[in-house]
């Protein structure tokens, strides 16, 4: 089955850091842009960060700027979002996306995975 799975969510108290993980099944992430999304109870699903197929080009939302990297190693087929500095605001449902440019190979959405920042 072609999916993108992510992991590494949990509760975390704030000031803490997080790792989350997308990893990619039955397909190679090579030359998919991935992007992370995330959604918190009662709001909008909203972009948090994206990263080139080559890795070459990041972009990051306002509000994770300077407290949030991604990052993605080809060879192992997963892409990460390195979070620290956590806040309460940060809590919400973490969703991978990937789309491969200039095809018509579909998109896919994993099915998410939790961050709870809370003391």
């Known amino acids: 089955q072609l999916q993108l799975v992510e992991s590494g969510g949990g509760l975390v108290q704030p000031g803490g850091s997080l790792r989350l993980s997308c990893a990619a099944s039955?397909?190679?992430?090579?030359?998919?842009?991935i992007a992370w999304f995330r959604q918190a109870p009662g709001k909008e699903r909203e972009g948090v960060s994206c990263?080139?197929?080559?890795?070459?080009?990041?972009n990051y939302a306002d509000s994770v700027k300077g407290r949030f990297t991604i990052s993605r190693d080809n060879a192992k087929n997963t892409v990460y979002l390195q979070m620290k500095s956590l806040i309460p605001d940060d809590t919400a449902v973490y969703y991978c996306?990937?789309?491969?440019?200039?095809?018509?190979?579909?998109?896919?959405w994993g099915q998410g995975t939790q961050v709870t920042v809370s003391s």
């Open positions: 990263i080139s197929s080559s890795g070459e080009y990041t």
């Open positions: 996306f990937g789309r491969k440019l200039n095809s018509a190979t579909p998109d896919y």
């Open positions: 039955g397909f190679t992430l090579d030359y998919y842009a």
